[in-house]
C-alpha cells in the first residue's frame, strides 16, 4: 500500500511540473520534454499495474470529505490490463507526435496547450480504469472527454474540424448524463456511490434495466450502432496521433466500463448477453460496410473501429452466454478472445492511423482516388500499412488472428448447445464474423492497392518522400509487440485467463491443458505462416543480389494495342467498391452530383463526376431531429434579439416573479 502510495504521488508531482515547465522549454524542445514525461509516467503507472496481472489486487484509498467518504483506488487484472495498453498506446503516439507537429508553424502557446492537454489525456484514462468510485470516476471520464475535445479541435481554424468536436462534445456528454443516472439509481437503493455498491444493487434489483443504462453511456464512447455517428467526424478531423490514441485506447475505455458492470451481474447472463451479442454483430457488419464504400482513408479507419467493437462486443456476449450456461470453456473463450482483441485492435489500428497520417503528412489529401503508386516514394509506410491491414483482416501470422480464432472458437463451442434459439444464434453470428473478415479483406485491399500501388492519379503540390525516423519509430514498436502476441500467445492468453479467475469469484476454473491447447495450435499456425513468409522473403532476397547488377529497364505495361493511356484508366476506391455498396445501397446512402448523358449527346463534352456517402443512422434519424430542434428554437429567435432595453425588461420581469411567488408563500 506504501509503494502504490508513493508512486500515485510520484506521478501527480511529476505531472505538475511538466505543467509548470513546460512554457519556459524552446518550442522545439516541447515535444520531447512531453515524450519523457508520458514516458516517465506510463513506466510509473505500469508498475503499479503489473502485479495485478499475476492475481493481485493493488489497493489504496483516501478521505475525500463527509459526503464522498473513503475513495478506493484498486487495480486488479481488468484494470491492470486495460491501463498497460492505455500506456503503450500513448507513448506510441506522443512520440509519432514529435515527428507529425515538427513543421507545424502553430504559435509556442498553442504547442504548449496542446501538450498540457496530452499529458492530462494520458492520466485521466488511467485514472478512469483505476477508481472504484462513482463520482470521482465520472470526473475523470469528464477530464478525459474534455481533453479529448481540445486535442481533436487541434485545427481549429477548420470550420468542419470544430463541427466534429462540437459533436464529439455533445454526445460525450449524453454519455456522461446516462451514467450519471445510473450511479445516482445505485446510491438511491443502496446508499453508496463505490463501484461494489453495484453489484450489491444488482442482487435485489432487477439487472437489465440498470445495465441497459450503463450500457447505453459507456457504449456511446464505444461506438455500438447507433451510437457511433461522431466517431466517423472526430477520427478524420484529429491530428493523425491523436487519431490513433483515440482510436486505439479512448473508445477501448468504453469496452472497459461495460466490462466491469458485467463482473457485478447477478441475473439475466443470457438474456444480456444475447442482446450485445445480436448489437455487436449489427455494429460489425455495419461499420466494415461503411469502411468498404468510403474513399478517405482516415474516414475508413473511423468506420473499421466501429467493426472492431462489434467483434469485441460478440465476443463479450459469447462470455455472458457461457456464464449463463455455466461453461466454462465458453465463458474463457468469448471473454479471453474479447479482452485479446482489445489488445490486439489497439495495436493494429493504431498502426495503420500512424501510417494514414504519414501519407497525409506528406499528401495533404485524405481522399485515396487522389493517390496513388506512393510506395515507389514511401516504401517504409507502405509496407507498414500493409502489415496493419494484413493484422486487422485477421490473416496469420500477425495478431489480428489470434483473437478472431479464440472468439471462432467460442462461437463454435456454442453451436453444441441444446437450446434451439442460441444454436440459431450463435451459427448467425459465425456467419456474420466470417462475412465481416472477407469484407475487411476487401476493404484494405483497395485501400493498400489504390494508395500505394499503380501510378500517381494526380500531380501533387509537393513530391512525397518518406517520413522522419522518429515517425517511424512507434510504429516498428509497435509491430514488434504485434508480433509477439503472434508468436507467444501463450503469454497473453494466460495473462486474459488470470483476469478472468478474478470475474465471478473463481466460479468458473477451466483445465489450464485446454487453454494451452488453444495456445498451442494458434503457435504452430503462426509458425506455419510465418515459416511461408519467411521462404517467399528468402527467394526474394535471391533475386535481389542475383539481379542488382544487371541494367533494370522500366518500360510501360502493355496496353492492348491502345497506345494513349493515362493515369485516370485505374481502378479508383470507388469502382473497387462500387458492386458492394449498389447490393447495400438501402442503407449505404450515395449522393451523386453527375447529369447523366443524354440519348442526344453523340460527342459528350467533358463533365465531372462527384459522390459522397453518408451515415445511416446520421442522414435517416440524427440529421432530421437536430433540423427540428433548431426549426423549434427558431420561433424563440425574438427573445435573443440584441437590444440591451429588452434584457432590462427581462431582469424587471424576473425579479417582480420572484417577489410575488415569496410574498405569496409559494416558495
Known amino acids: ?296 482513408f482516415k474516414k475508413m479507419l473511423a468506420y473499421c473501429t466501429i467493426e472492431n467493437i462489434g467483434i469485441i462486443g460478440i465476443g463479450m456476449g459469447v462470455g455472458l452466454i457461457g456464464v449463463g450456461n455455466g461453461n466454462a470453456l465458453l465463458y474463457y473463450l468469448g471473454f479471453g478472445g474479447a479482452l485479446l482483441h482489445v489488445l490486439n485492435h489497439s495495436l493494429f489500428k493504431s498502426l495503420l492511423f500512424y501510417s494514414a497520417g504519414s501519407v497525409y503528412h506528406q499528401t495533404h489529401t485524405r481522399n485515396m482516388d487522389k493517390l496513388g503508386g506512393l510506395i515507389k516514394d514511401m516504401p517504409k509506410t507502405a509496407v507498414i500499412f500493409l502489415v496493419g491491414a494484413i493484422a486487422i483482416g485477421g490473416i496469420p501470422p500477425f495478431n489480428g488472428f489470434i483473437s478472431e480464432f479464440i472468439i471462432y472458437s467460442g462461437l463454435t463451442e456454442g453451436i453444441q448447445t441444446n437450446s434451439i434459439s442460441q444454436i440459431l444464434v450463435f451459427v448467425l453470428s459465425f456467419a456474420a464474423l466470417s462475412i465481416i473478415g472477407g469484407i475487411s479483406i476487401l476493404t484494405f485491399t483497395k485501400a493498400f492497392g489504390t494508395i500505394f500501388l499503380g501510378n500517381k492519379r494526380e500531380t501533387l503540390n509537393k513530391k512525397p518522400e518518406e517520413v522522419s525516423f522518429i515517425m517511424l519509430l512507434p510504429q516498428y514498436l509497435i509491430i514488434l509487440v504485434m508480433i509477439s502476441v503472434a508468436f507467444v500467445p501463450s503469454l497473453y492468453l494466460n495473462s486474459a485467463g488470470v483476469i478472468l479467475n478474478s470475474f465471478f469469484k473463481n466460479s468458473f476454473v477451466l483445465n489450464s491443458s485446454i487453454l494451452y491447447s488453444y495456445s498451442n495450435t494458434l503457435l504452430n499456425i503462426s509458425l506455419c505462416s510465418g515459416l511461408f513468409v519467411g521462404i517467399i522473403s528468402f527467394f526474394l532476397i535471391i533475386r535481389y543480389f542475383v539481379t542488382k547488377n544487371r541494367t533494370e529497364i522500366i518500360a510501360p505495361t502493355w496496353g492492348c494495342a491502345y497506345v494513349a493511356p493515362n493515369n485516370k484508366m485505374q481502378y479508383t476506391g470507388k469502382s473497387f467498391t462500387k458492386t458492394i455498396s449498389k447490393i447495400f445501397n438501402f442503407f449505404i446512402i450515395e449522393k451523386k452530383n453527375y447529369r447523366e448523358l443524354d440519348e442526344s449527346e453523340i460527342f459528350p463534352l467533358k463533365r465531372k463526376y462527384e459522390s459522397n456517402y453518408f451515415d445511416f443512422f446520421e442522414f435517416r434519424f440524427f440529421d432530421n431531429i437536430s433540423h427540428r430542434l433548431v426549426y423549434t428554437a427558431n420561433y424563440f429567435k425574438f427573445i435573443q434579439n440584441g437590444r440591451v432595453q429588452s434584457y432590462v425588461i427581462y431582469g424587471i420581469i424576473f425579479i417582480l416573479v420572484i417577489f410575488l411567488i415569496t410574498a405569496l408563500n409559494i416558495i
Open 1 to 296: 500500500m506504501f509503494e502504490l502510495e508513493f508512486l500515485l504521488r510520484s506521478s501527480w508531482i511529476l505531472t505538475l511540473v511538466f505543467i509548470l515547465t513546460v512554457f519556459i522549454v524552446p518550442i522545439k524542445f516541447k515535444a520531447f520534454f512531453t515524450s519523457s514525461a508520458i514516458i516517465l509516467n506510463a513506466i510509473i503507472t505500469s508498475w503499479m499495474a503489473f502485479p495485478a496481472l499475476s492475481g493481485s489486487l493493488v489497493y489504496y484509498s483516501f478521505y475525500a470529505g463527509s459526503f464522498l467518504g473513503t475513495i478506493p483506488i484498486s487495480i486488479d487484472g481488468l484494470s491492470s490490463w486495460f491501463i498497460l495498453i492505455v500506456n503503450f498506446t500513448s507513448v506510441t503516439g506522443v512520440l509519432y507526435g514529435i515527428g507529425y507537429l515538427k513543421k507545424q508553424t502553430e504559435s509556442a502557446s498553442k504547442l504548449t496547450l496542446h501538450w498540457i492537454l496530452y499529458m492530462l489525456f494520458h492520466l485521466s484514462m488511467v485514472w478512469v480504469c483505476m477508481l472504484q468510485n462513482g463520482l470521482v470516476f465520472l470526473i475523470a471520464w469528464e477530464i478525459m472527454s474534455l481533453t479529448s475535445l481540445l486535442l481533436i479541435i487541434f485545427d481549429n481554424n477548420n470550420q468542419k474540424t470544430l463541427k466534429a468536436g462540437i459533436n464529439y462534445l455533445v454526445q460525450m456528454h449524453i454519455s456522461v448524463v446516462l451514467l450519471t443516472v445510473g450511479f445516482i439509481m445505485v446510491y438511491y437503493k443502496i446508499g453508496s456511490f463505490n463501484f461494489d455498491a453495484i453489484g450489491t444493487y444488482f442482487i435485489s434489483n432487477n439487472n437489465i434495466l440498470l445495465f441497459l443504462l450503463f450500457f447505453i453511456g459507456f457504449g456511446l464512447k464505444a461506438g455500438f450502432i447507433p451510437l457511433h455517428t461522431w466517431l466517423p467526424h472526430a477520427h478524420p478531423a484529429a491530428p493523425s496521433h491523436i487519431s490513433g490514441v483515440m482510436s486505439g485506447v479512448i473508445v477501448k475505455l468504453g469496452i472497459y466500463g461495460i466490462f466491469r458492470v458485467i463482473t457485478f451481474l447477478k441475473f439475466d447472463y443470457l438474456l444480456i448477453g444475447e442482446i450485445i451479442l445480436i448489437i455487436s454483430v449489427l455494429t460489425g457488419l455495419y461499420g466494415i460496410l461503411n469502411a468498404a464504400v468510403n474513399r478517405d
